[in-house]
């Protein structure tokens, strides 16, 4: 009998459905999610890779599969595709909502269903087709910021996600039947997953404070040192006497205060002394190169130092080129995770609440997503050269399809009508 019961956990460091499984404070539950939005929407170098990443995707395809090769099969994954380009929201950008877990470690969504009656003004009914079929309304993002804590059970499952959004900041429970939720990487079970961006969290926190102190640098030695001097026996350092306080503060003032800009001035009362001194040497770091090495830094926590060529004295052409497709094989594996949640919960919950009309599939369909980078042309002629001479394959029709969707060529004329092959493939009869 104690083989179907469940004795251990999972060890999650977790209170009050609040993670602490991340040892530095500063990138803990809200102030985490402020960290990683300020580093995503205020660093180049991180923009630049986000941004890689938001378009490679965006240029990907999407198709479904049928879980058989029955009519009821195809009839299956018809309907999933009709239903993921029958929301309030395009695909594309749905899946650019869900890309946010690479910034944040996590993403959730709400599956929201309609009823497809048709073009009606009620959005619950609003559809391309009047099949009466429950379809798919939107799936949007529940933001992160909006987390208020996880709700979990006695055994570690979990039950919802406990939200508190603006403009009300209502508690909002979400059941994890209505929820999908996608993650870079699960350990012990945590749902927050882990930020993309988390190994480069160091080097961006040096970078930014060496950047801070190059401006400040850079100011002060444009304008110089600003020195203000008090006339001859005026003693501003006397702290009990009020005017001589009031004096060093005023004049800490006009020193503070001085920039180089169109409105630079200074008014001095008479017996001052106003001077501004330069700085006489270099300094002994090269800013510019310390930068550097933390973008290159950050760049290579996620594969995309492939961006840095080219702005650097270093790197070659094959070296760019084996990296980004590095880079390509990791983003294809984020969208294999995306494709999984999707075919483990969305479309079998999607399928299942119109079961009668899907009783006779064999499996439930599932959803693909096609190359992140196109082939390179010429390696693919080349190696479908070597393979024919070898006699390892023959061409044929599925062989020129691949080849002419690889190259971004048309795709084969229908000369019979009704499906036929070209005349060079079709027997003619001599009248």
Request: aromatic content about 10%; overall charge negative; charged content about 30%.
């Amino acid at each position: 009998m104690g083989y179907m019961k469940e004795f251990g956990r999972a060890g999650q460091k977790r209170t009050g459905g609040i993670f602490y499984e991340e040892f530095l404070p500063e990138l803990q539950g809200k102030k985490g999610i402020e960290t990683y939005r300020e580093m995503a929407d205020n660093d180049d170098v991180v923009g630049a890779i986000l941004f890689a990443v938001d378009m490679l995707i965006r240029g990907c395809s999407w198709d479904t599969q049928p879980g058989g090769n029955t009519p009821a099969d195809e009839e299956a994954a018809d309907f999933v595709w009709q239903c993921m380009n029958d929301m309030t929201e395009t695909w594309i950008d749905t899946i650019s909502e869900i890309l946010s877990m690479l910034t944040y470690g996590w993403s959730a969504h709400e599956i929201v269903y309609k009823r497809r009656m048709g073009r009606k003004k009620d959005i619950r009914l609003n559809s391309k087709y009047n099949d009466g079929r429950i379809g798919w309304q939107k799936l949007p993002i529940r933001s992160q910021e909006t987390l208020y804590r996880w709700e979990y059970d006695d055994n570690d499952n979990l039950l919802g996600l406990t939200q508190m959004p603006p403009p009300k900041f209502d508690l909002i429970t979400i059941p994890a039947n209505k929820l999908l939720l996608f993650r870079t990487k699960s350990s012990k079970g945590n749902p927050e997953g882990r930020s993309i961006l988390r190994n480069s969290y160091r080097s961006w926190y040096f970078k930014k404070r060496i950047q801070e102190i190059e401006g400040i640098g850079i100011e002060r030695d444009l304008a110089g040192l600003p020195v203000m001097t008090a006339p001859e026996g005026v003693d501003i350092w006397d702290s009990d006497d009020k005017n001589m306080v009031s004096a060093r503060r005023e004049a800490e003032r006009y020193v503070k205060s001085i920039r180089r800009d169109s409105l630079e001035g200074v008014v001095k009362p008479e017996g001052w002394k106003l001077e501004l001194l330069t700085s006489g040497g270099k300094r002994n770091f090269d800013t510019n190169a310390i930068i550097e090495r933390y973008d290159t830094r950050i760049a290579m926590t996620v594969l995309a130092d492939f961006i840095m060529l080219g702005h650097q004295s270093t790197g070659t052409y094959n070296l760019g080129s084996d990296k980004s497709q590095m880079f390509s094989v990791a983003i294809g594996a984020y969208l294999d995770m995306i494709a999984e949640v999707f075919n483990n919960k969305a479309i079998p919950d999607l399928i299942d609440m119109n079961g009668e009309a899907f009783k006779d599939i064999t499996d439930y369909p599932t959803i693909i997503h096609g190359e992140i980078e196109n082939r390179n042309i010429s390696e693919l002629g080349d190696f479908i050269q070597k393979v024919s001479s070898a006699g390892f394959i023959s061409p044929d029709e599925q062989l020129e399809d691949y080849l002419r969707d690889a190259a971004k060529l048309p795709e084969r004329a229908d000369y019979s009508g009704n499906g036929g092959t070209s005349p060079e493939k079709s027997e003619f009869k001599e009248e």
